[in-house]
């Protein structure tokens, strides 16, 4: 049995997944995450919702980040500068001699230093909501865990079916990227093999753990988009041309993230819906009713496969960085 904690990552409609599990909040370079620490068969795991308990921003800027990096990084997200934000804190500048970035984000407002002038972001977040897909900060998210020793991860996403052949259950093997946005952990000239993007150990152990509960699953593809919006028919049409099985927002990220971290990553996708095309209309809520039906039979496959993790990895994950560094 596997010594390390193990990831576990899921979103949309799944809050708890752990009994008797504490929560910790766990410090990175790119914002502070939530997450619960229990056991599930036996094994240590560290589960953490993608969506967060509230909306995150990166609480500071890495230190070996550069001002164009970062203000890539924070391009994505709009912020108002308070006067009051820098009033409390003597290691910042005084508001007036701050660039003013005047806009707000929803029901959230960040305080934030533009970093031209300071390397602090000071958060100041108001109520309690889970982000949209093309708000997560999936950095954070896979340092927190890497941070906590965790070497393996499965994520647990809700997806479109565009292959009509494809179980309700599917375990990824492929992605193609179609999101807007670049995420790396690195400034630097490092480009990591994704030959074989999703951990072939553990998608194996999956399988197998699938075939011993008689569940029936399937492997495929996965386009991944930005969202928040629903896809379009002939996006669909498009996507399945292009040997795409299944649609979502948040795998790719996380099966990225972790490659540049040499951590294992598998994608345990429930197919919620068909998609745009395939059925006369989509609804958040069939998402959520979908997750619901079929997170037990997850929950199942997991309390099999995670005993049967050997403790070292034979795989091709942890060895990313060999290489890619130029």
Excluded: W
Excluded at 3 to 22: K, Y
Aim: hydrophobic share 40%; net charge positive.
């Amino acid at each position: 049995m596997i010594m390390n904690p193990i990831g576990i990552i899921a979103g949309s409609g799944i809050r708890e997944f752990l009994d008797n599990a504490e929560r910790k909040k766990i410090k990175t370079d790119y914002g502070t995450v939530e997450a619960d620490f229990g056991k599930l068969a036996g094994c240590d795991v560290v589960f953490l919702n993608r969506h967060g308990s509230k909306e995150r921003f990166p609480s500071k800027l890495h230190p070996r980040e550069s001002a164009d990096h970062a203000n890539r990084r924070f391009a994505g997200h709009r912020f108002q500068l308070l006067g009051n934000a820098c009033s409390h804190d003597k290691r910042l500048p005084k508001a007036n001699d701050v660039p003013k970035l005047q806009c707000s984000f929803e029901d959230t407002v960040c305080d934030f230093v533009a970093n031209a002038c300071s390397n602090f972001g000071i958060p100041n977040l108001h109520g309690k909501f889970a982000c949209a897909p093309h708000k997560i900060n999936f950095q954070a998210n896979i340092a927190a865990l890497k941070k906590c020793r965790v070497g393996r991860i499965i994520g647990i996403s809700s997806v479109g079916i565009i292959n009509m052949s494809m179980e309700k259950i599917i375990v990824v093997n492929d992605f193609f990227d179609h999101t807007k946005e670049t995420r790396t952990f690195y400034d630097k000239p490092v480009h990591v093999d994704m030959s074989k993007p999703y951990c072939p150990e553990l998608n194996g152990l999956i399988l197998k753990s699938c075939r011993k509960l008689g569940v029936k699953a399937s492997e495929g593809a996965y386009v991944c988009v930005s969202g928040p919006r629903l896809e379009t028919p002939k996006e669909i049409e498009i996507f399945g041309k292009l040997g795409c099985d299944v649609v979502g927002m948040t795998s790719v990220p996380e099966a990225i993230l972790a490659r540049e971290l040499e951590m294992c990553y598998s994608t345990i996708a429930i197919g919620t819906n068909y998609a745009a095309g395939l059925q006369e209309k989509l609804a958040a809520d069939e998402i959520i009713a979908g997750v619901e039906k079929y997170v037990g039979g997850v929950k199942a496959i997991l309390r099999d496969a995670l005993p049967e993790i050997p403790e070292k990895r034979g795989c091709v994950c942890s060895r990313a960085l060999s290489g890619a560094k130029l």
